[in-house]
């Protein structure tokens, strides 16, 4: 089975803009979560899709937003980017079962400038 | 709310030897999972290995395997006979049973020394 695929690898942006990036989950799963690494602030949760709904968010401000499809793909947007926006972002999913397991996807890498 | 906490920032380990990674974790729920994932400098988290909080025994994947004490809310991570390709920052992280929101620590990396 093909892993989780994350698109673009890699992004620059300047301060102001919007970006969005793209996560296909392993084939099966429906459950697609998305965590923000820094350096400084280590690995936070972001959202989580299930069925085209969020379903749980973390503590972070509306600037950041997702949305999930019905092949249970998912986008993830940041409006408005600011320098302390950039960051790895990684995508995981999960096959819904007794033992939660989440698998992340290669990241991408985001630098605001 | 749940913490972990990892409280090795470096760890180093000879080649062919054996290492523990310490994690330790706060819930006031008792249906939880616990995991160590593995990030290379790729950057790309591996899953290393799960635990069940409701399984008394401790989980092993080949070379390694969790030492889990439920009552003292600490998960360590043992690698035998480390390799080269063990050489990466370890996650220690929790979720709670019916959620999907994993908490990680602050992660521990690990130098191989040939």
């Known amino acids: 089975k093909a892993g989780v695929t994350q698109t673009p690898r890699y992004l620059i942006k300047t301060r102001g803009q919007q970006v969005t990036l793209s996560c296909s989950p392993i084939?099966?799963?429906?459950?697609v979560s998305w965590y923000q690494q820094t350096p400084g602030q280590g690995l936070q949760f972001l959202f989580e899709?299930?069925?085209?709904?969020?379903?749980n968010k973390g503590n972070f401000p509306g600037r950041f937003s997702g949305r999930q499809f019905s092949n249970s793909r998912s986008e993830m947007n940041v409006s408005t980017l600011e320098l302390g926006d950039s960051a790895l972002y990684l995508c995981?999913?999960?096959?819904?079962?007794?033992?939660?397991?989440?698998?992340f996807g290669p990241g991408t890498r985001l630098l605001v400038l | 709310a749940q913490t972990v906490t990892q409280s090795q920032p470096e760890m180093s380990v000879q080649e062919a030897e054996t290492v523990t990674l310490s994690c330790t974790y706060d819930t006031s729920e008792s249906d939880y999972y616990l995991f160590w994932y593995k990030q290379p400098p790729s950057r790309q988290m591996i899953l290393v290995i799960r635990?069940?909080?409701?399984?008394?025994q401790n989980a092993t994947e080949n070379r390694f395997s969790v030492n889990f004490q439920k009552a003292a809310k600490s998960f360590s991570l043992k690698i035998s006979d480390s390799q080269l390709g063990d050489a990466a920052m370890y996650f220690c992280?929790?979720?709670?049973?019916?959620?999907?929101?994993?908490?990680f620590g602050t992660g521990t990396r690990l130098t191989i020394i040939p």
């Open positions: 899709y299930f069925s085209e709904t969020q379903r």
């Open positions: 995981a999913s999960s096959l819904l079962g007794e033992v939660k397991t989440q698998y």
């Open positions: 992280a929790s979720v709670l049973f019916g959620n999907e929101k994993l908490t």
């Open positions: 084939s099966g799963h429906r459950s």
């Open positions: 635990q069940e909080a409701y399984k008394q």
